[in-house]
């Protein structure tokens, strides 16, 4: 019987922070993950770190310098090459309308910080099993296509 984490692939996740220690907190969290981590600082280096790593999901703070989470958010789900991947806001804002602002800005999930461990990884298992059930249905359907 396999174990929840042996489930999911092997993954790649970014993490948009512009905190030090949140960065190191979140990595560190994900280490029980078959997970490979890249980081990004700012609001700019996580859209250029999109381009160049294809996260299969994005930790992402809100309150970042040079783009706020919400920006980020809403260009990585207004192109198409980006909209499938899985998003998580992670704040330190609580309030009910920063919730609505990443839900309406595209946001999968939502965490506030201090981050639970425990909820941090169910969350990320359940959203990367998603994600590479949806690309495997997505692969089968275009052989189909091929084949018909």
């Known amino acids: 019987m396999p174990t929840e984490e042996e489930q999911i692939p092997p993954s790649k996740v970014l993490i948009a ?9 979140l990595e ?6 078959p997970v490979t981590v890249s980081v990004a600082r ?12 294809q996260p299969d999901l ?9 783009r706020s989470g919400f920006e980020v958010c809403r260009i990585l789900k207004d192109d198409p090459r980006h909209r499938d991947i899985p998003i998580v806001m992670v704040t330190a804002l609580n309030e009910v309308g ?27 298992r ?3 099993k998603l ?18």
């Open 17 to 25: 922070d512009d905190h030090p220690q949140i960065l190191e907190l």
């Open 126 to 128: 359940n959203l990367l």
């Open 58 to 66: 994005i930790l992402l703070d809100i309150m970042m310098p040079k």
């Open 42 to 53: 700012d609001g700019e280096a996580t859209l250029a770190a999109v381009e160049r790593e």
């Open 131 to 148: 994600r590479h059930l949806k690309r495997s249905q997505d692969r089968s359907e275009s052989d189909e296509e091929e084949d018909g």
């Open 98 to 124: 920063d919730m609505e602002r990443a839900r309406e800005s595209g946001a999968d999930d939502y965490l506030s910080k201090p981050v639970n461990k425990n909820e941090l990884l169910s969350r990320v």
């Open 28 to 33: 560190a969290y994900l280490e029980a993950l």
